[in-house]
């Protein structure tokens, strides 16, 4: 009962009409667009305030993969025997003389030496190729999913990051059996231009990176974002937000990098405790915008601590609740992403096999069965589609004028 | 002179178009045959001007709403004519193509003098295969559209318009144009995925234009499904046809407009 029920059209159509329509709700829903208002409360109460990984949404995918697999389950063979010349009962016939009936089904584009012609008859298998392709993908999707791993980092030009060290990477996404710790890699940002001009395109960030893999394999690599590098299965981007960076020289424990964040067209902060423990806030002010191409020009830094303002001069050494501390210079920060994701071949084979299947739909497949030993009698014929007009023009074949249609 | 040539191709098309209207009218076949000819004169202006625009902007035709529609209506036209080379048939069509393809030209002239540098992101090979076949699926269901229009005029008046197609034979035409843009639309989607991947690191990202073209591809399923499984054929197919037609155009061009999404760029229109 159920098995017929997963493998009834109506099911089917249902699944697919129940998918598009979410899918066309949940990408017009205001909360999910680019700086759209919060998600409603009814939407969280029904856990739509991320509509593609919602419950809802999970079980129609599951339930389309249930009913895809009921659908193909089977049909392998009924096509088989279609294609060997086993014609269901739907067939067309034609009457006529043999010979006739054979160079007309072969101006047609049938093929054959014996009684069974067949037209592309590869493409029979079409659909079902595109369902199986549906059939991998959904499960290659799960399978990625799973596996895969990424999060996002910031560097400063100059500064070298494993990406393994505490609160290196955030915003990581992680499925539930990938890796528990970040990749084992070192980043070093030799050289970032957050409007590097390439010719032929709007300026954008261009990075020059040094990456230490596992083993100390080092490999160095030029990234913007149209594309990333790939080291030992870890793909780094480069990704689009970008700031300015304070950098602090703190005597016996080197430099460190503080990402300042955009708070108005002019001024940019970080939140830091000093060395001491204390809440502190380092305020930088620019004379152009911050995004401005030309760059931020002349800068005035200073030190917000307990109700003290203090302006910071490079080099000069400054009170951080510790050891004597200078800053050393106003950079840039750029962000950056990490990838891996071992169950993506999956994810391309579900792809190829649809679009394999896709394409064997596009041709007009048929099998035409002839009257035994080529005398009159009638050929039945199995066509995907266009049935009609082949026995039109069989009509008006034999009834001594051309196939109809206009002159000119 | 882009402008001259891109005047050239529509006054060539508006003639073509009066053309077909005359020749089905008054039932003359040489009519017909001329205006397909002019129509495909109007081509050479059209892809000049085209190739002016690409060397001065430094890319292809795909970065703001004048490029984006009068490319889609170049290779409308292209496809059409040649296809009308082979089949008298086809070229009937031509009384339903070239009217859509003179509108694509006259919506995309609004912004005939915007020129816009391209994203870093294009700087991909998948850019080719994902536009490439996004133009595909929009002349094939452009395509499909005028064949399931002319199958209902047809129908509705079967012996004002001898000179069109059987209506068996259009309904298969439709059929088949829908074929092809299921398949060009499923190229288009992986196309942009494995481009997304590569510049994101992810292959899906739920962006409105993502989601709705794979919304479109699920209803062309859908209409598919009635074809082949309950044998749905005819007016209903015709109907559904135009349906399909509606959701493309929604996924090609009216989500670039109206929503905020990565694809904004391509029908920037100021």
């Not at chain 2, 001329?34 to 001007?49: D, R, S, T």
């Not at chain 2, 030209?105 to 700087?123: A, D, N, R, W, Y």
């Amino acid at each position: 009962m159920l098995w017929r029920t997963l493998r009834s059209a109506a099911l089917a159509r249902a699944i697919l009409i129940s998918l598009a329509a979410f899918g066309a709700l949940g990408a017009w829903a205001p909360w999910v667009q680019d700086g759209g208002p919060p998600a409603p409360a009814w939407a969280v109460a029904l856990r739509l305030d991320h509509p593609f990984s919602s419950p809802w949404f999970l079980a129609g995918v599951a339930a389309l993969f249930a009913s895809t697999f009921a659908c193909t389950w089977g049909r392998r063979g009924r096509i088989a025997a279609v294609r060997r010349g086993e014609l269901p009962g739907t067939a067309l016939r034609l009457e006529g003389d043999g010979a006739a009936l054979r160079r007309f089904l072969e101006d047609q584009g049938f093929a054959g030496a014996g009684p069974v012609l067949r037209r592309h008859g590869l493409a029979l298998w079409g659909g079902w190729v595109l369902h199986v392709g549906l059939l991998v993908l959904i499960a290659g999707v799960l399978l990625q999913q799973v596996l895969h791993d990424g999060g996002t980092f910031v560097l400063t030009e100059g500064e070298v990051r494993s990406l393994r060290d505490p609160g290196a990477v955030f915003q990581v996404e992680r499925g539930p059996l990938a890796p528990a710790q970040p990749p084992d890699l070192s980043v070093l940002l030799e050289r970032f231009d957050p409007e590097r001009k390439q010719a032929g395109y709007a300026p954008d960030r261009l990075s020059q990176l040094r990456l230490t893999g596992e083993g100390g394999r080092e490999r160095r690599a030029t990234i913007d974002r149209a594309s990333g590098v790939d080291v030992d299965g870890v793909v780094i981007h480069q990704a689009i937000r970008t700031g300015l960076s304070l950098t602090l020289e703190i005597a016996g424990m080197g430099t460190r990098a503080v990402a300042l964040q955009k708070r108005t067209a002019h001024e940019a902060s970080a939140e830091v405790r000093d060395q001491g423990g204390r809440a502190a806030r380092f305020v930088v002010t620019t004379e152009r915008a911050l995004d401005d191409p030309r760059g931020p020009g002349q800068l005035l830094v200073r030190l917000e601590r307990g109700g003290e303002t203090t302006f910071l001069t490079s080099g000069a050494p400054f009170d951080f609740g510790g050891p004597p501390t200078r800053t050393t210079g106003v950079r840039r920060w750029g962000s950056f992403t990490y990838d891996r994701s071992p169950g993506l071949p999956a994810v391309l084979a579900g792809f190829a096999i649809i679009l394999l299947g896709c394409a064997l739909l596009v041709f007009p497949a048929g099998v035409a069965v002839l009257p035994a030993g080529g005398e009159a009698g009638q050929a039945a014929v199995h066509v995907l589609r266009g049935a009609a007009v082949l026995e039109g023009d069989w009509r008006a074949l034999t009834a001594g004028s051309a196939p109809a249609g206009p002159p000119g | 002179m882009q402008s001259l040539l891109f005047w050239a191709a529509v006054t060539a098309y508006a003639l073509a178009t009066a053309g077909f209207f005359l020749g089905l009218a008054f039932e003359q076949p040489a009519w017909r045959r001329a205006a397909h000819l002019v129509a495909l004169a109007g081509l050479a202006p059209h892809a000049a001007v085209i190739g002016l625009r690409w060397a001065e902007v430094g890319h292809g035709p795909y970065n703001t709403r004048y490029e984006v529609l009068s490319f889609q209506a170049f290779l409308l036209v292209a496809a059409w004519g040649l296809l009308a080379l082979r089949s008298a048939n086809v070229r009937s069509l031509g009384v339903l193509v070239l009217p859509v393809a003179f509108l694509l030209m006259g919506f995309s002239v609004s912004t005939f003098g915007l020129k816009k540098e391209v994203p870093i992101i294009f700087k991909s090979w998948w850019l080719v295969l994902h536009i490439g076949f996004a133009k595909l699926f929009g002349v094939s269901i452009l395509l499909a559209a005028c064949t399931a229009g002319a199958f209902l005029w047809r129908r509705r008046r079967p012996g004002a318009l001898p000179s069109l197609p059987s209506q068996a034979r259009l309904d298969l035409y439709a059929h088949q144009f829908l074929l092809s843009a299921f398949l060009f639309l499923g190229v288009m989607i992986a196309a942009g995925a494995l481009w997304a991947n590569q510049s994101w690191g992810r292959y899906w990202g739920w962006d409105p234009i993502e989601t709705t073209s794979l919304v479109t591809w699920i209803a062309f399923g859908v209409i598919l499904h009635f074809r082949v499984l309950h044998r749905w054929e005819g007016a209903r197919m015709a109907w559904l046809t135009l349906v399909a037609l509606a959701f493309a155009l929604v996924t090609l061009y009216v989500v670039a407009v109206m929503v905020p999404t990565i694809h904004n760029s391509y029908m920037v229109g100021s």
